[in-house]
């Protein structure tokens, strides 16, 4: 005989918070495809999953039995998208299928590339879109249009 899901929230609310394994693991599935339906984002999808499941951890004695628990997971589940919408507004969220930036092997002159500028230093925004732009390390020289931005990259 299987458990309810109620049931099982109660014995979280009530304490034992190694049930909540149990609740994740029928219902993570459900909630990231709607994630990934209203995102189109598998990452934020997965960002979003554990953002619910930590809420419903942090939030668990708000929960009424009288109600669904799979209708307030997926309150919840709102929640968290609204949330996470208003936080990332104006963000452009990567592809995918976008490469990731691995470390100092990945860079151009590591695969046979030179750089663009002399001392060593890059475009501005070819480091930002590496993620290697520490603020202090980015430059435009005077006179220079906005794309003659320079950084250096130093592991």
């Known amino acids: 005989m299987e458990v309810e899901d109620e049931q099982i929230m109660l014995a979280v609310r009530a304490g034992d918070v190694g049930q909540l394994e149990r609740l994740f693991d029928r219902h993570h599935r459900a909630l990231f495809h709607f994630f990934l339906h209203i995102t189109a984002s598998r990452a934020a999808s997965e960002d979003m999953v554990q953002e619910v ?16 628990f799979r209708v307030w997971l997926f309150q919840v589940g709102r929640n968290v998208h609204r949330d996470s919408a208003g936080r990332n507004k104006g963000e452009v969220p990567m592809p995918d299928d976008a490469v990731e930036f691995r470390g100092p092997d990945a860079l151009p002159e590591k695969r046979g590339l030179t750089p663009f500028s002399a001392g060593g230093q890059f475009p501005w925004n070819f480091c930002y879109t590496l993620g290697a732009v520490p603020s202090s390390t980015c430059s435009q020289a005077p006179g ?10 130093s592991f």
């Open 53 to 68: 499941f930590y809420r419903v951890l942090k939030y668990r004695h708000t929960y009424q039995p009288e109600s669904s």
């Open 144 to 153: 220079s249009f906005l794309g003659e931005h320079s950084c250096s990259i």
